[in-house]
């Protein structure tokens, strides 16, 4: 069977959950028994959003072979329980610098280089990488940005000639927002219009429209969008604004979505979609027993698109706790010694975050201090591992100067060093160690026992590590360090024995967890920061 392509693109105004839309379809389509993996095509120049502020672009998201790719991915990793990769994050900075990096080389035999064919020759190949091997039934690409923007027109062309080129092996669902303009009482379909419009006068016509809404469409809505899209009438789906990105894929397959593509791409749709264990999910999410409050620490707590895998890793670990997750938001920079109190007294457990530079990093570490002597659960991860470990040698050690040369290059007690290996490195794109590293983690800890194994593979993004000319003045004082890099020695989980839960990891855990199969860490967190929630309340009863 030929490999189908399902392009996704968006209309009218961007955010509204191209990425959500595409996994829901893929995963519909994945609980059918067919093979389906996703892609998003992202319109600016950086090569990948690994240089980028999280307050431009939110969370950089890593792959398992080190690609710095976009949040989305991490969204199609939840949803169908699949590891991506670097084929499935093309921008157009890396499309241009494959075709220059060609015409440097003399592969285009001295033609003129061109947006057509060359560079919509290019999009075309890194669409079909995924699909070489017949591996995939199904490939679905999302096209980031909105249709009319200049960015994204190459990549329209593009989906245009692979309509043509590919037939029914191909099919394009436009993404649009039906507003309700409150003031009138009604949903407005005319920017749908316009967008699809758009998107017929660079020769692509949508065969689905998915509409975003806030109220439902009523039937006459529908007869006029298809009437004035030139859709089926059936193939124009509500996406009404749901609680839950979780929801939507229970939505699609309501609106029959998944059906309505199978159908018109000639494949067999007798097999209805198996979503039990996704339906399970959802009832707990919806129905939790219990709930905590755990306060994340970070610098860029604005924008909630910064910590998203931590934040959905957190909605996996409660539901496998029957736990809702009241996630404080606290900027690491408000934090100081006189108020770390009132800010962090009521919480059942503190999560130190990511993050690079110095801004914020005193407020971290009197968040670490704080949760340390008061036995709260604590879990820190990479930048949030080195700051406990920074808190641990000022005020255990007694290393009053402690730091990481990463923010005191001339401290005297370089805790957290640069890695060898980094001091060599030349920009700062690509450069970080990237990607899935073993852990050889000791078998007498808590770490082992939350993992269940003393090998484990976990993903990284850093420069910095713990320096290991200090390993054995915290071993002595009982800070562990529970997991090795077998391959250089270095460390990746640290944890105190003589405190409840109190675990530093400098590998990124939430990248790997899914809605299948939450992240143990996160789970143990969560049903450590219940059991601090239970004995505060004996000791209040008390």
């Not at 084929?87 to 440097?104: F, H, M, P, Q, S």
């Not at 469409?217 to 004035?228: E, G, M, T, V, Y």
């Not at 996704?278 to 909630?304: A, D, H, M, R, S």
């Amino acid at each position: 069977m030929s490999t189908k392509y399902i392009f996704v693109t968006g209309g009218v105004t961007s955010s509204l959950g191209k990425g959500i839309i595409s996994a829901s379809l893929a995963k519909l389509i994945q609980s059918r028994n067919y093979s389906v993996t996703i892609q998003k095509l992202d319109p600016y120049i950086n090569i990948d959003p690994g240089t980028l502020n999280p307050y431009e672009h939110g969370e950089c998201y890593v792959t398992d072979d080190g690609s710095e790719t976009d949040l989305d991915l991490g969204h199609y990793e939840r949803f169908l329980n699949m590891p991506t990769s670097q084929a499935n994050n093309i921008t157009t900075g890396r499309i241009y610098l494959n075709v220059i990096e060609k015409e440097r080389r003399g592969d285009y035999l001295g033609e003129t280089v061109q947006v057509i064919p060359h560079i919509t020759d290019e999009i075309k190949y890194r669409i079909k990488i995924l699909g070489s091997d017949n591996k995939y039934d199904f490939i679905i690409t999302e096209i980031g940005g909105t249709v009319g923007d200049i960015e994204s027109l190459p990549y329209i062309e593009a989906v245009r000639q692979m309509k043509w080129e590919l037939g029914k092996n191909c099919l394009v669902i436009h993404l649009t927002l039906i507003p309700y303009l409150k003031a009138a009482g009604e949903l407005k379909t005319k920017p749908t219009q316009h967008s699809v419009k758009a998107l017929l006068e660079l020769g692509v016509q949508p065969d689905i429209l998915v509409c975003r809404s806030e109220k439902h469409l009523n039937d006459s809505l529908r007869d006029k969008l298809a009437l004035f899209c030139n859709v089926d009438r059936e193939s124009v789906i509500e996406s009404i604004d749901s609680e839950s990105i979780y929801n939507v894929p229970i939505l699609m397959k309501e609106e029959k979505l998944d059906e309505v593509v199978l159908r018109k791409m000639n494949m067999d749709t007798s097999n209805p979609p198996q979503l039990q264990l996704w339906e399970e999910f959802l009832q707990k999410l919806k129905n939790p027993q219990k709930e905590v409050t755990i306060g994340l620490i970070g610098k860029y707590v604005e924008l909630k698109d910064s910590y998203k895998s931590i934040t959905e890793a957190f909605i996996h670990g409660g539901v496998a706790n029957d736990c809702k997750v009241d996630l404080k938001m606290i900027h690491s920079e408000s934090i100081n010694p006189n108020n770390v109190d009132e800010k962090l007294s009521k919480l059942h457990g503190i999560l130190v975050a990511p993050g690079f530079g110095p801004r914020g990093i005193e407020g971290k570490i009197d968040a670490i201090k704080y949760a340390r002597e008061n036995k709260i659960p604590f879990f820190g991860i990479c930048l949030g591992m080195q700051c406990a470990v920074i808190e641990f040698a000022r005020n255990v050690l007694g290393y009053k100067n402690a730091h990481s040369t990463e923010f005191d290059p001339e401290t005297a007690y370089p805790v957290i060093d640069i890695m060898e290996e980094q001091k060599k490195t030349a920009g700062l794109g690509g450069t970080m160690r990237l990607g899935a590293y073993p852990c050889e983690i000791k078998t007498d800890t808590k770490a082992y026992k939350i993992y269940g194994s003393d090998l484990i593979y976990e993903r990284h993004r850093h420069r910095y590590e713990f320096n290991n000319k200090y390993l054995n003045e915290f071993e002595k004082k009982d800070m562990i360090p529970c997991g090795i890099n077998p391959v250089e020695n270095l460390v990746e989980i640290i944890e105190i024995t003589e405190h409840p839960w109190f675990i530093g990891v400098q590998f990124h855990p939430e990248y790997k967890s899914t809605v299948a199969k939450p992240h143990p860490l996160f789970v143990s967190f969560i049903k450590s920061a219940i059991n601090h929630k239970e004995n505060q309340l004996c000791n209040k009863t008390l």
